[in-house]
Antibody, heavy 113, light 112 residues
């Protein structure tokens, strides 16, 4: 059964880079033709798509965040990662990694000095 | 970007009664491959979102058959035939036809 698990720091200082990793288990990132994505949810608010990486390695980003976002993959570890640079308090949110049919539990990242 | 608009934003429902949520997109969600990538997600309190329905009307594995999806083009509906207590939460429509993927604002389902 496919499972996704986010990991990374729970607190990031303003102007620094938020880095999260999603570990895929019960399946392979490279098998099939799937999009693997990052989505975030500010406390008490709705869902925002950050970006996706296809199993081929192609990446797609939300234009509103594109200048600050990088999504990459390490197929040897069956992981994909999110880097979001120059963070501010507005980036405080629960960050989820997901394939369309499976979501991680999410990890809360707070931007605070 | 495709804007997804859900109505209502809040839906108080009596247990055992039906519920319906509408989702409208600002442009057609028909992909060039002929599929319509309209998805419905359920987010129970304190939980991550969970896939209910994909490609308008395909129910995901393990989803009770009281949930159904319908629609075409720009207008879509999620229906719950008989609401149960475990259905409380926020429901989102999402389009994956075009990047950036976009979500509706969410509809909060609560029991009267």
């Amino acid at each position: 059964q496919l499972q996704l698990q986010e990991s990374g720091p729970g607190v990031v200082k303003p102007s620094e880079t938020l880095s999260l990793t999603c570990t895929v288990s019960g399946g392979s990132f490279s098998s099939g033709s799937y999009y693997w994505g990052w989505i975030r949810q500010p406390p008490g608010k709705g869902l925002e798509w950050i970006g996706s990486i296809h199993s081929s390695g192609s990446t797609y980003y939300n234009p509103s965040l594109k200048s600050r976002v990088t999504i990459s993959v390490d197929t040897s570890k069956n992981q994909f990662s999110l880097n979001l640079s120059s963070v501010t308090a507005a980036d405080t949110a629960v960050y989820y990694c997901a394939r369309f049919d499976c979501w991680g539990q999410g990890t809360l990242v707070t931007v605070s000095s | 970007d495709i804007v997804m608009t859900q109505t209502p934003l809040s839906s108080p429902v009596t247990l055992g009664q039906p519920a319906s949520i509408s989702c409208r997109s600002s442009q057609s969600l028909v992909h060039s491959d002929g599929n319509t990538y309209l998805t419905w997600l359920q987010q129970r309190p304190g939980q991550p979102p969970r896939l209910l329905i994909y490609k308008i009307s395909s129910r995901f594995s393990g989803v009770p058959d009281r949930f159904s999806g319908s629609g075409a083009g720009t207008d879509f509906t999620l229906k719950i035939s008989r609401v149960e207590a475990e259905d409380v939460g926020v429901y989102y429509c999402m389009q994956a036809t075009q990047f950036p993927n976009t979500f509706g604002q969410g509809t909060k389902l609560e029991i009267k």
